[in-house]
């Protein structure tokens, strides 16, 4: 409520406004009004200041991207749509179940429904495994916080981006959908670009 | 009991005051100080300082002491942050974290593991630790509900404690020496006892799991609901742990006035039933010999039609699940809006109820007058009051059996205080072990039993019996202390119990008895009015039939419409499949269920009914404390609460009761049980209270109100077909006809509709068994497995012969509630018939 570094003005200007009293009203300070110099010089100088950069550009030509035919490079660290991984030599899904992406997420998108592995037919590494493994894009906020939980890195931020859908039950996407590759790669940006 | 006086003591400079003899870690707790505990755990009885974990500095005592173990005294100077005290605490986390797999994640326990948390606030933070682990194979089952991982185990003992010393089945033990110490049982045999469940609970690591939950959910994944397990008498405080709308799990919710935190199996496991696929979740009416599913206003329609037509040949059962609230509206559309006065929910009688020999005219005065003499608030006991006894009876049930939980507080009461235990029964006890001494009467004699015992205790009115009945009488009688016992009891005919109580002088306090009845909710359900003698508050109403009246009026057609709410008599009733004729009998039957059963299939309209994990309502456990039923999961399906349903019906009929909620519903039975007057959700919480402990305890009608006495006492009232027993008369006269055994019943604890319908307890479900003394079986060259038959009046049972070396020569016993006709044969003279060789 106190705006005013002041509480010396701010006792002088309460006498002025009673309404302070209730803190209804809130006093802002503004700085001095510039006169004819000070304010052609912000009229015209800057303006010019900030135009010499615009042509300056116009000689490096256009940077338009054609999306969809063309897409965006991403950063290697960009938080894409989520990955689920699987142990490239045994074929086993690295998650295990343990829901402590779900516990991470801030965003609560996460289900996670485990189940005890047949030992004759394992799904994971270990005991158990995820049953269900949801993740609700629609509400996703990409914060990576569930990456970070993985105990087993199990699941990491893809760099996919495209993922707008006509539904939102189509958001939910599925162990299945995140454990597969997606179709088309995202380009990757490289050092230095 | 007086409140221990309390004394302060200094911890971490902050005066903390406590109870005096209160545990160090206990007191600390009244200053906001935790100390870290692994072992500790005051339901398991005294501590045994095995962990280290609560290690903290006192002044003037040179060593570290635990904490969990060490009594405050007044002026102690504790300090629990010391570097001393870190050092010591966090090196017991290393020593125990040295063979801990750390599995977190694929560990059922992970996210409420006591070790997890113990281990982030008072662990090093970082193994220094490169050689191998100890290694075990797993997970192995221990029982066939308990998976076993021994690798994570800490060795606190508390499952070992709680086998030997809460449950004292003893077969848990810790094996082996040092590093190789395990948790195991002799043998490798699987750990089967009623109430091995608690185990799972009192693990502070992951090592012992729910086979039935693992891995269902983590702690962020669920929500707990708190309500009251009315699976039996014992009525259980339990968490619901529910996850996407299923319960998944049941857990204790300590109440140490009710169940001190434990549950049995049945009630751990039991939940599966609610969760079953095959239960009716919408109305269901006959049409054309099948049932149909149909919409509420239709069956309801339905359901009034056939009761307007019926009228007053009306009955209704109320089953022993139901809430106070639906007993409550099923007599009131039974006796106002039908007027029809038969209503029962005892599955074989009460106190006094005499039903066969007057045809159900029995004289009223006399039963209403033995419920309130032996009802009354100033004889009842609370559950802790056992603690509190110097000396306790059962009489005429077997706790474990009926009322579980009763077992394990008995148990206590005798472990830990010494209190003098006394059985008297006529099925040996699994209570006998520890009990000072033990009486075995002749089934169906326990009346004369009391009688003989009121008579040693030297009441007034009863005549001291001869012989060997007189002689247990006197043993029994002997381990009793006037003014300080408590007897918990069951059966039908206890008219002694009045004599013994004044003897006893147990209107004194933390003296008193508790009746275990047949039903859940069975005092909550007559208090309410489901009795055919007394209408709510037992006020004075015009006396019905009781349960076998009920269904032989059905059967002679006398009865034309029967209400049955959340009861299969079929299966928990005396005469069994003598209802299926009766119930065919029936122009409308009406059942109020959650499965199809065998009643369902004689029914033309079917309600289906909730699951307690649904339900909203009261409760009343045996001791009179009214406890809240309150909804965890929503109704599946088409299922409707049962007070509106009841509500809606009886509008449908012209009784207009007003209820539209839950409270309403409590509110109208606290307006018309005069003792339970005022009582309001509120007032009952989350812990309940006894109503005999409220104000209006004073509107218990006295029982000079009730009639004149019109029997003598002592008198022993036997049901027709049995010979009334001359006094020292033990009912032994069965050992001299050859062949012939007098057969008693008992309900076995899983002989219930849940361990059928709850998968993991499947295993458990009973088959019918006679349960012979040695020389019986000899001398009617029966062996161990034998099929038998056993019969008497045109009524037979099949069974499975097993010997027991304390049966009493004479007696044998069949189990009830398994849908045969074992328990009309309560009581009666048998042949005994060879049907087959062992399998
Ligand atoms: S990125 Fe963040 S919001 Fe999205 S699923 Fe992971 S933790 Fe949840
Ligand atoms: S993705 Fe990782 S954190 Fe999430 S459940 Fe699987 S293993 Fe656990
Ligand atoms: S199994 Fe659990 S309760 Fe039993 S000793 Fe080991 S850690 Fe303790
Ligand atoms: S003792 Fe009875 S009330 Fe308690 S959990 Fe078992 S079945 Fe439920
Ligand atoms: S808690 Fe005190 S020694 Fe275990």
Redesign the pocket.
Known sequence: MNNSADSSSEAEVSSEFPYLEDESVVAVQRGPEPGGLGGAYRAFGETLRGLKTTFARIVEGPVTIQYPEEKTPVYPRFRGRHKLHRFEDTGLEKCVGCSLCAAACPADCIRVVAAENDPEDRVSAGERYAEIYEINLARCIFCGYCEVACPFDAITMGHEYEIADYNRDDLIFTKEMLLAEPLERTPLRREGE | MPDPPRITLLVDGVEVEAPHGAMLVDAAKHGDVEIPVFCYEPKLGHPVGACRMCVVEIEGIPKLQTACSTPVRDGMVVYTQTERVKEAQSAVVEFLLVNHPLDCPVCDKGGECPLQDVAMGWGPGRSRSVDPKRHFQKPIPLSPLIKIDRERCILCYRCVRFSQEVAEDEQLQLLERGSSTFVGTFDNRPYIAPFHGNIIELCPVGALTSDAYRFRARPWDIEDAGTV????????N?KLTVRDERIERVLARDNVDV?DGW??????F?YQMAESGQRITEPLIRAGGELRPAGWAEALEAAAAGLREAGERTAAIVGGSSSNEDGYLAQRIVRKALGSPHVESRPSGGPGVESRRTGGRGPAGFLRQGLVELSAPRLAASVSDLDRAESILVLGTDPLHS???LDLRIRKAVRLRGARLAVATDRPSVLDGGAEETARYAPGFVGGFVSALAAELGAAGYERARGELGADAERIAGALKPGSTVIVWAGPDARGLVGCARALRLEEDGAGLIEVPEG?NGRGLREVGCLPVAGPGLSDVEQGLDASGIRDALEAGSLEAALLVNADPIRDFAGGPAWGEALGKAKLVLAVSMFEDASTRQADVVFPAESYAEKEGTVTHPDGRLQRLRPGTPHPGGVRPMWEVLAELGALLGEETGVESAPDALAAIASEVPFYAGISHEEIGGTGIRWQERAAARYWPRVDDVGARDEVPGREVEPAGRTAPEPGDTGGRAEDVDGVIRVGTYRDLWAAEVTDRSPALRFLAPRQALELAPRDAARLGLGSGHEVEVRSNGTSVRARVSIHERVKPGSGFLIEGLGDRAASLRGELVEISKAGEPE
Not at chain 2, 229 to 236: A, D, F, M
Not at chain 2, 263 to 268: E, I, T, Y
């Open positions: 397990c009315t699976l039996c008498p014992s009525q259980c339990i169940d549950l049995c199996d049945k009630g751990r039991g009322m579980p939980i859940a």
